[in-house]
């Protein structure tokens, strides 16, 4: 009897692994994937990427596309490595209905990840939505940026707020050091696998987030990051985030994508103005000019912003777990 998990997929016996399969064949945030898991579930889509199921008439054109696109990455092999790196790495794969899947994911629609790759404290990924605060901006910070993104994160840990971000040089790299440094927990989601970490100076950083926070990526181990990925990556942030807190970004900052995606969703979004003449802080005076951000200067303003509030009774590590 064939027992392989390329197996168990073509007969649509496990959506664990029809989840992983699917997250190998397609690209993050596809909606034609979305739409198909969305109408057939997940193992049966799967099934339709490997050409057993062909769907029901009325969707045949939107199977061949998805066909058509997919088609070239689903080999058995590619899901084994999956497995065995995800194995190897310690990582946990975490689908829709477990418990660690963060709540506000689902407000994405047919954007939802399928499957979440996750290293550290998964725990973290079971607090309410109004526990979790992103905090981005620039990769090239000032020194002024930095030192609010240090301020304003270190405050809402103070406040029992996990900080999520991106784990990108500048305002991104900041938000997770000043949350460890304030004993606090911080969730970084990544735009490749868990296990290549990105950018290569923050390895150090990224294995401290594993041991007291967590790490998260929507693709499978061995997947390296694109510029389409990281796009992507900015509606996860934003969606299990209750705030996204802009700290600074230029004219065109892959911050606002963030911000975009947070308001589209319904979220809270603010922004820290800068000085006038700082071209690092362009983005964020558009987002409150013209964006409808809130214009924050610390913790405390965008803890106002927000209802209803967590308990602030106990520690931040004790609050926040």
Known sequence: MDNSPITAVENG??????????????????TTTGTLIATYGASRTAQIALGIDHGDAEDAELVAAFRERIGPRTKSVQL?????????FAAQVIIPGDPEWPEGLADLGVQEPITLWA????????QPLGRRIAIVGARAATGYGEHVAMELAAGLT???YTIVSGAAYGIDGMAHRATLAANGDTIAVLAGGVDRFYPA????LLQQIIERGVVISELPPGA????????QRNRIVAAICAATVVVEAGWRSGSLNTAGHAQ???RMVAAVPGPVTSAASAGCHRLIRDLGAALVTDAQDVRDLLAPQPEETGSPQEGAR
Do not use: C, K, Y
């Open 224 to 231: 390296p990051p694109t510029r389409w990925r990281f796009i």
């Open 158 to 160: 103070e406040r029992v």
């Open 119 to 126: 290293r550290g404290n998964t725990d973290l990924l079971t």
């Open 264 to 266: 589209l969703l319904g």
């Open 13 to 30: 016996t496990d959506e664990r692994l029809a989840r992983i399969a699917l997250a190998l064949f397609s690209e993050p945030g596809n």
């Open 80 to 88: 084994e490595q999956a497995l065995r790196a995800t194995g190897r």
């Open 201 to 204: 100076g923050h390895d150090t």
